[in-house]
């Protein structure tokens, strides 16, 4: 009688379907108001950076020399802008700083994404090679990763970025066809290639050493070695097996490693190597409201909270990933 009581009772309970970790994940991370408002200022500005034209009221690069440095809510009277209403105010040349202020929002979402992109995909290879591989293979690729890291990294950035920008100014004659392709595609992104190509080169080290020291913890785990024992291939443990299980805290990494990107991005443009003018960044916004700071403050204003508000969204929605991904938080 009590077997078959327990029998009923089991079957009339409903099974509780299991939750994944993306959809558990999700769930944590969506219980925090602060990081849903993190989450959607970051959407909007992914947004507003894919269809810029859509949002700027008028062009980044229209002038209007008569209508310089005007408060915000200002009405133009004049000029080839007459009319328009400058809600952030104008710059040195009569700018529209809310239009140059969105269409900079694409270059910093740029970076965001290709930087970590860079990151993400080279430091996970190179860190599960390094890991997975002998003992001497694994010293001599580290042995790399160390001397690049002996260097400041902003002053490596900014040497390489010096490099290419006087690469760009050579004759064709004396680039090469490399050369030659390479600076084609930076003009065709108004510079933003090279910047890419700075960053990329020394933002894979952190994300290298962490997926290293991750594949030498779970190498010698029981799952790995029954993978050996049936015969699977190496780049089929290091994908199937390895990789699932460091991919967590590399995304976490990554996304705390994202407004280190934007900040490289935007102090290049602020001392005039990075975004090549006219086209607009957050820092050489700055750089241009810097001198008038004292008589104009909205014009370094703006791009400035800007700047910030982004930095911490993506620190906050790094912190809250983090413990989301946390076993040990987790009832």
């Given amino acids: 009688m009590l077997n078959s009581a327990a029998q009923n009772a089991t079957a009339a309970a409903p099974l509780r379907r299991p939750r994944s970790l993306l959809r558990d994940t999700l769930q944590r991370l969506t219980k925090d108001v602060f ?5 959607v200022y970051l959407a909007a500005l992914l947004v507003i950076a894919i269809a810029p034209g859509v949002f700027a009221p008028v062009g980044y690069a229209v002038t209007d020399f008569p209508e310089k440095f005007q408060p915000p809510g200002t009405v133009a009277t004049q000029g080839t802008l007459a009319g328009h209403t400058y809600w952030m105010g104008s710059d040195k040349l009569g700018r529209d700083i809310l239009s140059r202020l969105i269409y900079g929002t694409r270059v910093s979402m740029a970076v965001a994404l290709m930087g970590a992109s860079i990151s993400f995909v080279i430091g996970i290879t190179y860190g599960l090679v390094a890991g997975y591989s002998s003992k ?3 010293n001599f690729m580290m042995r790399i990763v160390d001397i690049i890291y002996a260097y400041p990294t902003l002053i490596l950035i900014i040497l ?10 050579k004759p064709p004659d004396e680039m090469g066809a490399f050369g030659q392709l390479v600076v084609t595609i930076d003009n065709a992104s108004g510079g933003l290639f090279f910047v890419f190509v700075a960053i990329g080169v020394v933002s894979w080290l952190n994300m290298a050493r962490l ?3 991750q594949t030498l913890h779970y190498r010698q785990q029981e799952f790995v070695q029954a993978a050996r024992v049936v015969g699977a291939k190496d780049q089929r443990i290091m994908g199937r097996h390895l990789l699932p299980n460091i991919i967590g805290p590399c995304i976490v990494a990554e996304t705390l490693a994202i407004p280190t990107y934007i900040y490289t991005e935007a102090f290049l443009s602020f001392i005039g190597l990075g975004i090549q003018p006219p086209l607009p960044s957050w820092g050489s916004m700055i750089a241009d409201g810097y001198g008038a700071m004292r008589t104009a403050p909205w014009v370094l204003f703006f791009p400035a909270i800007a700047l910030s508000l982004t930095m911490l969204a993506f620190n906050f929605l790094g ?5 989301a991904l946390d076993p040990k938080t987790r009832k």
Avoid at 35 to 39: E, R, S
Avoid at 160 to 169: D, G, H, K, R
Avoid at 319 to 323: E, I, K, N, Q
């Fill in 160 to 169: 390489l970025q010096v490099y290419l920008t006087t690469l760009a100014q």
């Fill in 211 to 213: 997926v290293r020291g």
């Fill in 319 to 323: 912190d809250a990933l983090r413990d």
């Fill in 35 to 39: 990081v849903v408002i993190c989450a």
């Fill in 136 to 138: 001497h293979v694994d």
